[in-house]
């Protein structure tokens, strides 16, 4: 079974629009951390957020908003009145203890994100 | 302040060799994580070092290793290449220790090819 899930593959909006990107996650640990990253057509990710399995509060910065639910192990991502330099795919990815207590990051197959004008 | 960099940007090897790769992280960064990204199996943590030494591993086989050196530069190593380790390599840099929970910077990537 997958440990992150990010069931739209792709999505398409037009600019102006809001779009929300889900993420559902799996694990057994009770310290984890969750996070969302931007992999925009130059190819280089880059970070937008980090939440611990111990601090559910939402977190809004800018368009940009992250509603953190342990209660259906989710962690959704919206952008407010998109705009088409978010074009990008955008990965969830969930970092727990391994057996030898080491962290292991396993990050969901991704969902594009395409912004028409 | 620098960016991390990633060296070579592009490689094309054939089954059976063995290759190197390089990344510099962020001045000031002492954790680096490599990770292997690929359109069948998605991206896939490598490993992750700290002050030299290696501090989470993910599941690669032994082929895969890395080493990183007392300036934080890291060097990922594969011998005997397969067809399926064609990917982007990627490299992260982070200023904390356990660089796998925190911030992490990327590099622009690595992609090696196969024949």
């Known amino acids: 079974a997958q440990k992150v899930t990010q069931a739209q593959t792709e999505i398409s909006v037009v600019e102006k629009e809001d779009v929300t990107l889900d993420c559902v996650y799996e694990t057994r640990d009770t310290t984890y951390y969750l996070f969302w990253y931007k992999q925009p057509p130059s190819g280089e990710l880059v970070f937008l957020i980090r939440r611990n399995s111990f601090d559910e509060q939402n977190e809004i910065s800018g368009r940009y908003s992250w509603n953190f639910q342990k209660s259906t192990s989710s962690f959704n991502f919206t952008i407010t009145a998109s705009q088409v330099v978010d074009s990008a795919v955008y990965f969830c990815a969930l970092s727990e203890a391994g057996s030898g207590g080491s962290y292991i990051p396993t990050f969901g197959r991704g969902t594009s994100l395409i912004v028409h004008p | 302040k620098a960016g991390v960099t990633q060296t070579p940007r592009y490689l094309i090897k054939t089954r059976g060799q063995q290759v190197t790769l390089s990344c510099s992280p962020i001045s000031g960064h002492r954790s680096v994580s490599w990770y292997q990204q690929t359109p069948g199996q998605g991206l896939q943590f490598l490993f992750e070092?700290?002050?030299?030494?290696?501090?989470n591993k993910g599941n690669f086989p032994g082929r895969f290793s890395g080493r990183q050196f007392s300036n934080s530069r890291s060097e990922m190593n594969v011998s005997t290449l397969e067809l399926g380790d064609s990917a982007l390599y990627l490299c992260?840099?982070?200023?904390?220790?356990?660089?796998?929970?925190?911030?992490?910077?990327f590099g622009p990537g690595t992609r090696l090819t196969v024949l």
């Open positions: 070092y700290f002050s030299e030494t290696q501090r």
């Open positions: 992260a840099s982070s200023l904390a220790d356990q660089g796998v929970v925190n911030e992490q910077f």
